[in-house]
């Protein structure tokens, strides 16, 4: 609009200029003035009404700048916040799985810490268990072997009586013979297996060869007399080192 005015004014300084030194009207000069006083008086106003719209268009451009600017701004800290959050969130879930993972490390190296302890407990006990074995059979093979060992002893000594006795009845014949057979002298005490008539003396009779003493019934109470040792009972014997016969 005040374009609209500008025109008019210029024009009526075309007319004052026309009208007052080529064509003088004195009418038509005083109604040009008065255009050009009204179209400036209305260009004046409207350039300065336009002045203010545009003032306040920039203003009001100037403040949508600087909200959009201050929006942008509260977007971005937002954004930031929310992406702190974000790194926040993912810190804290490594940290938790990484918890995780060294609890289940721990719990898996405190399982396999029990599992060895109790393999090699058990290992302990299987070699306790093979040693008290291994003790026992030998201690049984140790009884054995002494009961061997008495047997041999107890079959060597009946054997030496047997071996004593077959040598005084030998003796005995060859006295018999050598006295024609009517001399009733009674044989010497060497291999003379006399111990039977040991009530006179003791009940308990020791070999003082093997250490063996018999009573009465068993097979081996008979004896050279010059082995013999009398005992009145086992006590003594067994007092004076010597242990029961088994047959």
């Known amino acids: 609009m005040d374009k609209f005015f500008l025109v008019i004014f210029l024009a009526s300084l075309f007319g004052i200029w026309h ?33 203010d719209v545009n003032a306040k268009k920039s203003q009001d451009s100037s403040i949508a700048k600087k909200e959009s600017k201050a929006k942008s701004k509260k977007e971005s800290e937002a954004k930031a916040q929310s992406e702190s959050k974000a790194k926040a969130a993912s810190l804290a879930k490594a940290k938790e799985e990484s918890k995780a ?19 090699a407990s058990e290992s302990a006990a299987s070699e306790s268990l093979a040693r008290a074995q291994s003790e026992s059979i030998a201690q049984e093979e140790a009884r054995q072997a002494e009961s ?25 014949n060859t006295d018999n013979s050598n006295s024609g057979g009517g001399n009733n002298t009674p044989p010497t005490n060497n291999g003379d297996l006399n ?20 009573v009465p019934g068993q097979r081996g109470y008979r004896m050279n007399s010059e ?14 080192g010597y242990r029961k016969s088994l047959r």
Do not use: C
């Not at 040009?32 to 008086?41: E, K, W, Y």
């Open 227 to 240: 082995n013999a040792v009398y005992f009145n009972s086992e006590a003594e014997a067994q007092a004076a």
């Open 19 to 51: 009208y007052w030194r080529r064509n003088p009207n004195k009418r038509l000069l005083i109604t040009t003035i008065t255009t050009a006083i009204i179209s400036l008086l209305l260009f004046g106003a409207f350039s300065g009404s336009t002045n």
């Open 148 to 172: 061997q060992s008495i047997a041999a002893a107890e079959q060597a000594s009946r054997q030496a009586a047997e071996q004593a006795q077959s040598q005084a009845q030998a003796q005995q």
């Open 195 to 214: 111990t039977a008539d040991a009530n006179a003396q003791g009940v308990i009779v020791g070999n003082s060869r093997s250490m063996i003493y018999h």
């Open 101 to 119: 993972k060294a609890e289940s490390a721990s719990k898996a190296e405190s399982i396999a810490q029990s599992e060895s302890k109790k393999a």
